[in-house]
């Protein structure tokens, strides 16, 4: 999460639609906030604990689009569209669709495009398409958002990374590429000893990590479990001239090992980054059920395994179910997956991963079935500084929302809070944390959550809103009031919380943005309470 600071000469302007100083805002540029995968906006100054009911907030409008939205939604402050500065939320859908709107007011957007005709899905989990999944990633140096589409024409399918001009959507850099990669190896899909990567078996879910002047991609499986053999790839273009610098196979001389992390993106810090693996062989170079630390110079520096891998691998109960989370201002990092199990690793000075705490945060899995598994997808952290520890949040399937404690290093072995409602399958609650650093009354834990099973069909959603101080205080939600009404719920799709307003992708064909309301706006909602 980068702060971008316009002229000086600009002025300050105040209005219902968006209360926002003009000379210094925060941008969201990629999944998850920024590449510690946190979460979190600790530079929130308008919404509080104390105003976030359902007198002061509340729908404010909402944004058309033309399909499902998979991919997290970006932000750009005070960005020159047509000779006009204005705050941008970037959009993406499975139709493979782009588009850019004003954040602070409804109406058409700024500019859209769309960027080939998507895929068609053939697993069970209610995806009419399959273009734009991942969340994309925005390079402020160069006013480049990097996304990557998924076409299919005459039966073939295929991947492109695209690389657009934030001002209008303009193709950059000689784009877009087609995804092509081989390796050595014996696993499936071989052939005399050559793997190569197979668009029709491979689904990009993961959001797009930019790192030392690389854009990264994860891959895992696309069809029906048992349908295809596949392989998990992590591969690397050079930003600039969008030629492929990197590729890693996850399971050269095996298969399986998909990197899929519930959308959520590897996280950096300046050595590497670390990314996660779900089912899939271990050893003879396969990594599956791993954590997975790559250098600067694209060396595999650290791994570590979940030791039960093979009783993972039999259930599937996938590690990779979940993603990382780099723990800011330190060199540790956690993440768990279907089990409810939380690692929290140390990554040394030569980039080896370390165990130091195994936590199991979730009652984990009572049969061999995953879907009665508590499993962990969507955490987030609130890096609080002072008397008050950090805390980690957690809302698994299954269970409630819970908050652990981080001092001396460690995780609490228990919650120090947690509310009484259980979210549903598939991936229990997606989380964000919103605070003004470490401000009292100001942090607030929002969530999106079902109530009912949305593993294979589109459900409404809840947004809702905590204090992320005590999470058994339940500030608002979106079912309170009609009017307020999200949609239907966007998997695995984190809120975003920035400049006074919260911002949803839905599968309703529309990104809810929500906000302080204006008095008029809350008198004709009361109709409706």
């Known amino acids: 999460m980068i702060t971008r600071l316009p002229s000086k000469c600009l002025l300050l302007t105040l209005t219902i639609a968006g209360w926002a100083p003009a000379w210094s805002q925060v941008s969201v540029l990629t999944g998850q906030y920024d590449a510690t995968r946190a979460s979190a906006n600790l530079s929130e100054t308008f919404l509080t604990t104390s105003n976030v009911n359902t007198t002061q907030f509340g729908l404010l409008f909402t944004l058309p689009v033309d399909d499902y939205m998979y991919a997290q939604p970006l932000y750009v402050p005070q960005v020159q569209i047509a000779g006009v ?72 399918q295929s991947f492109s990374l695209h690389a657009l001009d934030i001002t209008s959507g303009a193709e950059k850099f000689g784009g877009p590429v087609t995804i092509k990669a081989i390796v050595k190896g014996t696993g499936s899909q071989s052939h005399s000893g050559v793997i190569t990567f197979q668009a029709a078996s491979e689904l990009q879910r993961p959001a797009l990590l930019l790192f030392n002047g690389t854009v990264y991609i994860g891959f895992a499986r696309q069809n029906p479990e048992g349908t295809y053999p596949f392989h998990g790839w992590v591969l690397g273009y050079n930003a600039a001239t969008l030629k492929q610098s990197y590729v890693l196979n996850t399971t050269p001389n095996g298969t399986e090992g998909g990197v899929w992390m519930s959308g959520r993106g590897p996280v950096a810090d300046s050595q590497g980054f670390t990314f996660m693996t779900g089912n899939g062989d271990v050893g003879n170079s396969d990594i599956g059920e791993s954590f997975a630390r790559i250098g600067k110079s694209h060396s595999l520096l650290g791994l570590f395994t979940d030791p039960n891998w093979s009783t993972l691998n039999a259930n599937d109960f996938d590690l990779g179910a979940g993603g990382p989370l780099l723990i800011p201002g330190t060199s540790l990092l956690l993440g768990g997956g279907k089990t409810g199990t939380v690692y929290l690793l140390s990554i040394t000075s030569a980039g080896a991963l370390q165990l130091v705490q195994t936590l199991q945060a979730t009652p984990g899995c009572p049969s061999s079935n995953d879907a009665s598994c508590a499993q962990i997808h969507s955490p987030a952290y609130w890096n609080r500084i002072g008397a008050n520890p950090p805390l980690l949040y957690l809302w698994a399937t299954n269970d409630v929302l819970k908050a652990f404690s981080f001092s001396g290093g460690l995780l609490s072995t228990s919650p120090v809070a947690q509310n009484t409602v259980l979210a549903s399958n598939p991936g229990g609650g997606a989380l964000a944390i919103s605070a003004n650093g470490s401000t009292a009354g100001t942090g607030i834990l929002w969530a999106t959550m079902s109530t009912t099973n949305a593993s294979n069909t589109s459900v409404p959603g809840i947004l809702r809103a905590f204090d992320a101080s005590n999470v058994a205080t339940e500030l608002w939600n979106s079912n309170m009031n009609a ?47």
């Open 85 to 156: 500065a204005h705050n941008v939320l970037y959009a993406a859908t499975i139709n493979n669709s782009v588009y850019a709107f004003d954040a602070d007011s409804a109406g058409p957007p700024l500019w859209q495009g769309n960027l080939g005709p998507a895929s068609v899905q053939n697993n069970s989990h209610d995806l009419p398409s399959c273009g734009i999944l991942a969340t994309p990633v925005i390079d402020l140096s160069s006013d480049t958002m990097y996304v990557i589409a998924q076409t299919e024409q005459s039966s073939k």
């Open 483 to 529: 009017a307020d009404n999200l949609g239907n719920l966007a998997k695995f799709v984190v809120p975003v919380v920035v400049n006074g307003k919260v911002y949803m992708s839905t599968f309703s064909n529309q990104l809810a943005v929500y906000g302080l309301e204006s008095a008029s706006v809350r008198v004709a909602k009361a109709v409706h309470r």
